[in-house]
């Protein structure tokens, strides 16, 4: 599906030539926004409203009278804005722009102008990992190697003077010809004596030699490295090297993400949080103001082995403001726990988005599917919401990692991963540990501002008591709380449908009940 490029302004003669076919070039000067255009005989705008089939477009800002129109720019889809840096706006609407995360860039030079389009405001999120299943140890390394699961690899040895190759990936990753890439690495490094280098190789697809290598030490590591890619494409290789005495070295997840030079991480205006007390881990938000109106949806993504956070364009079709999580540790996450600074960083960040906003915390929503279900209930203790909004609940990690022993066979082995990250082992001891985490906190703060709105399994075969625990709980000692619920048939995984569109029906009827939000907009298509 081609990125619509809505030019908001006068023409501009051979630009829509030297963009990507990925994009489709749309120009509608301020005169004419609320006439049919001629790509898709529909409107802009409908009756001072944005047409909902441009509400994931990418629009470009070079007519000045644009920026004086507060009630256009509200509607404009947030991160997705782009204005001629020549242009000044200013009061209210630059306001607007600024809480629209809108993107400044210079528009002199149509050959640099389409270049910059093309390599950073390409369509959707795109990353790679480098995992472990697909590692190759050097035969030569007479260290020792211990793998912690998916969590990471340890290197241990007495004494190497020179750098001594111990791993690599052995299939390269192929990325496409003129765009830009950068790598993040996980490492620790336990003493000052050990070093490592990561050694990365691009080579051409077309005559197979390499064109570009680099060798990054130590704490270069801490930093993304960028990576410019050729007019042919490059196949990325890697290599870990060490040296030192005494040497101690830990290496987890490295990952290869096409950037946004500088103006988000996978998407525009996504940012990261990088754990630096935990090998550089990293945790995404991306964050949509929405209609500027009460009140802010924080979504948790779900597990995912993708990069990045899941279900923008679900939240943007809410209206609200939204704020959206997404953490890939381990294999495709981590539950959202573990680590003080992780943690106190997730709360710190939605607290700092309702200061944002001029928003309180009884103008909150906490919502998640799966495992952002935990991450919702669990942050609730913290931020007192008005309502947690949740489909497929999860509070047990330990119960969820037993469970793949005979309940759920081979279904969920990260959760063995991630019992070990939590607790050191994957004894009964550190199953219930695991399950602590959750309960303890959850019994350990008041709940009576908060509305549970939750969708779950019968036959849940993650985490089977989930539902009834947190019931009975909240029935008990917080029985001013209201709890609003539906059982589906069946196990974890077999309806999410069913789980998708019940959760969203409930969010869609506390933002009509609660907040006057009206979801019945009227939209041109592409046939009328």
Known sequence: MKNKLIHLGSPMPGLPEKLRKSFNYINIPFEKIEEPNEADHAPLFIKGELNLLYSNALFLITQEVYLTESNILKQLPANSIIVDEALKGSGAEAEILKLKNAQFINFNGLEELSKYLNQTFYSGQLGFKFIFDNIRFEPYFKGKIEQNGHNYIKFIDKDIKEYQKVANWGGPLGVAGDTLWEIRTEFKRQNETTNIRLDVSMIDPQTNEIYYTHGY??????????????????????????????????????????????????????????????????????????????PLVVYFSGFRFSLGVEGVFMLRELKAPSLIFGEQRVLGGAFYVGGKKFEKEII???????????????????????????????YSSYLDPQWVVVGKPLTKLGDIAANERINRPNSFSTSLDILQRLTGGISDENIEQA??????SFKGHDHSKTNFVITYMKEDDYDMNAFDDLYSYLHQESPKSRIIHKGLTGRHNDDTAGIVEWFLMQIRNILTAKYGRNFKVEEATDDE
């Open 217 to 294: 030490e130590n704490d270069e590591l801490n930093h993304l490295l960028p990576l410019k890619i050729s007019n042919h494409g490059a196949y990325i290789f890697i290599e870990i090297s060490i040296k030192g005495s005494d040497i101690d070295l830990d290496v987890g997840q490295i990952s290869l993400r096409q950037a946004r030079d500088g103006r988000g991480t996978l998407l525009i205006g996504e940012k990261e949080m990088v754990d630096d007390e935990a090998m550089n881990e990293q945790l995404y938000y991306y964050f949509d103001p929405g209609d500027l109106k009460p």
């Open 348 to 378: 710190r960040i939605i607290q700092a988005t309702l200061k944002k906003l001029g928003f309180t915390s009884d103008q909150l929503i906490l919502s998640g599917l799966s495992m952002g279900t935990y991450a919702s209930l669990y």
């Open 435 to 440: 399950n602590n985490i959750f309960w303890d």
